[in-house]
């Protein structure tokens, strides 16, 4: 979906290992346009907060950033309740300018914000701002 964007092995993992589930938003010529990974089963074993995480979710550049995620957080939501979760919880980098707002919209509020620290020298691609849409628990 994105350049150099290769979640596959973080996804079967997930899958083979019955930790969630994936969902997948088509555009209109059929190729896929965003998706999601909702990590259902807690942390930890004693964890009863009813929490379900986003582990990634990404929208292709040039795809309906709204109507994707508009789709694709309602299937979240709407397989977190079968299951009884109580709350979503996702990360979001601020490199995708328009994904803060569109979770803000979509009844995302913030609870908490984190703040890394890097040199343009180390991670000069870091510092570009980008189409699309990645929120990830496991992107660096």
Known sequence: LLPGLDYSREVAACEEHELGHTFLVD???GR??????LRTVPFRSRDTSGRGYIHV?????GADERAV???LLRQVWC???SLGLTQIITGINGRYRDATALLLESGFRSVRAAIRMA???SLPDAFTVSTGVNLSRWAG
């Open 57 to 61: 979710l990404a929208i292709r550049p």
């Open 119 to 121: 040199s343009v020298d």
């Open 32 to 37: 896929l346009d965003g998706f999601a990974v």
């Open 79 to 81: 397989r977190g309740a």
């Open 27 to 29: 555009g209109p010529t």
């Open 69 to 71: 995620l508009v789709e």
